[in-house]
């Protein structure tokens, strides 16, 4: 089954304690992306990209770091988690390309709280 | 900012059609119409896109006036499953090929029994 698959679900910890989520695509999407959703902010875009070895930053990188060692995987990073960094997170993947078109598949999202 | 222009809630009744209305008076000749829905946190779930004609999947349909102004998405027979957040989105090319999805806020369809 084609999926994103987001890990941990769930995770609460403390301030300054280095974390990774990890994000893993079975699809072969080139793209992959990492949003976060907050109370009335909507889902903003943290880090992106565009192919293996190849990242960039979204619109709310600041505190996070993002790695893409292979296709399949897209972890991120908080090297000293803060309490404003609690949110939802969310990774998704597509194939790249505007001539494509292609849609966005999403992981079913990470709930962190930073205490 | 998101390019599109939502109701922010809706409801329907079970088994009727709802039809989810989206302005995009801006939108560029080459960029597409997206819609995704988000049910209760979780993560959101691709519905449909188009350019200029109608489409249909087997979730939905979707229609785009000529002018490509506006669209309208369509959940034929509508069932309590379908209650969620649904974001119309006019798909960003940033420099690079970011494919960036903006979401604006979404409206939020309550389906009755």
């Known amino acids: 089954e084609a999926q994103v698959t987001q890990n941990p679900r769930y995770l609460i910890t403390v301030t300054g304690k280095k974390l990774t989520v990890t994000c893993s695509q079975n699809?072969?999407?080139?793209?992959m992306s990492w949003y976060r959703q907050d109370p009335g902010l909507g889902l903003r875009q943290i880090y992106y990209?565009?192919?293996?070895?190849?990242?960039d930053k979204g619109d709310v990188p600041e505190g996070y770091k993002v790695s893409r060692k292979e296709k399949r995987n897209f972890p991120l990073i908080l090297e000293s988690p803060s309490p404003n960094q609690t949110s939802l997170y969310f990774c998704?993947?597509?194939?790249?390309?505007?001539?494509?078109?292609?849609?966005?598949?999403f992981g079913d999202g990470t709930r962190l709280s930073i205490l | 900012d998101a390019k599109t222009t939502q109701p922010p809630s809706m409801d329907c009744a079970e088994g009727r059609a709802a039809n989810l209305p989206c302005n995009h008076s801006?939108?560029?000749?080459?960029?597409?119409v997206y819609w995704y829905r988000q049910i209760h946190s979780q993560g959101p779930q691709y519905i449909i896109h188009?350019?200029?004609n109608n489409e249909t999947n087997e979730m939905a349909s979707l229609i785009i006036t000529e002018d490509r102004k506006s669209s309208t998405l369509i959940l034929p027979h509508a069932t309590l499953r379908d209650t969620a957040v649904y974001y119309c989105?006019?798909?960003?090319?940033?420099?690079?090929?970011?494919?960036?999805?903006?979401f604006g806020k979404g409206t939020k369809l309550t389906v009755n029994p």
């Open positions: 188009g350019l200029k």
């Open positions: 998704a993947s597509s194939h790249a390309g505007q001539i494509h078109n292609q849609p966005q598949h």
């Open positions: 990209s565009m192919n293996v070895e190849v990242t």
């Open positions: 801006t939108i560029s000749g080459n960029e597409y």
């Open positions: 699809m072969n999407h080139e793209y």
């Open positions: 989105i006019v798909r960003e090319t940033t420099q690079g090929g970011s494919e960036k999805l903006v």
